[in-house]
């Protein structure tokens, strides 16, 4: 069965500091791979996707993610954190080798950086 | 300017009584899906439409039906809500191959 996993619920982190917020994998075909943030009282919105190509993306915001396919992991990076990028971070994967349309989604990490 | 339209943003209604979440879309897009949103659970898929007349469970469909009449809407509809619906609703549409786009959201109360 396909599966998404964030290990964290929150995340917290200095301003200026890098930050990471992990995910993982796992479905049975070649995954599309997708990160999404949700501002407080608004929709998800869209931060990068990899599909195929070079294992590092990039991103709005000036964030990053980089594939791994061995370790079936995409984690979300970004080399200096801003107050403003804290927000809730989902991780999403769609397995374009099955039938159907599956989309699913992590449980959600929760990014908190201080000043 | 491309985006998924939900509507309401908040409604509060009681037990039993049917309610319609409209959902439409101007981006031509082939896949329209229905999730709820709730602490500590994540997103959980309702409903998803691969294209007109073409509607399959997601992983939480009880108590909900929808339909895919036309290719640009894709209602929810309750037809008895209950206390246990009280949640945030979002729409997205897709096209084949990428990722969706989100609607702002509906908060529901079932009181």
């Known amino acids: 069965a396909q599966s998404v996993a964030q290990p964290e619920d929150q995340v917290n982190v200095a301003e200026g500091n890098p930050l990471t917020v992990k995910c993982t994998y796992s479905v049975s075909g070649n995954p599309y791979l997708f990160w999404y943030v949700q501002y407080p009282n608004r929709g998800l919105q869209f931060l990068l996707k990899?599909?195929?190509?070079?294992?590092l993306v990039k991103g709005s915001y000036g964030f990053e993610a980089e594939f791994n396919k061995s370790q079936t992991s995409f984690h979300l990076k970004k080399p200096s954190a801003l107050v403003s990028d804290s927000a809730l971070y989902f991780c999403?994967?769609?397995?374009?080798?099955?039938?159907?349309?599956?989309?699913?989604f992590g449980k959600g990490t929760r990014l908190l950086v201080k000043p | 300017e491309a985006q998924v339209t939900q509507n309401p943003r908040y409604l509060i209604t009681v037990t039993g009584k049917k309610l319609t979440v409209t959902c439409s879309q101007n981006m031509n897009h082939e896949y329209m899906s229905w999730y709820r949103q709730d602490p500590g659970l994540g997103l959980r898929q309702i409903y998803y439409s691969m294209n007109v007349e073409v509607t399959d469970k997601g992983d939480v469909p009880e108590g909900y039906k929808v339909s895919r009449k036309e290719k640009r809407n894709f209602p929810l509809i309750l037809e008895s809500p209950s206390p246990n619906q009280t949640s945030l609703y979002f729409c997205?549409?897709?096209?084949?191959?990428?990722?969706?786009?989100f609607g702002s959201g509906t908060r529901l109360t079932v009181v």
């Open positions: 990899y599909i195929t190509g070079d294992n």
């Open positions: 997205a549409s897709s096209t084949q191959g990428d990722g969706y786009t």
């Open positions: 999403a994967v769609r397995d374009i080798g099955g039938q159907g349309f599956s989309f699913i």
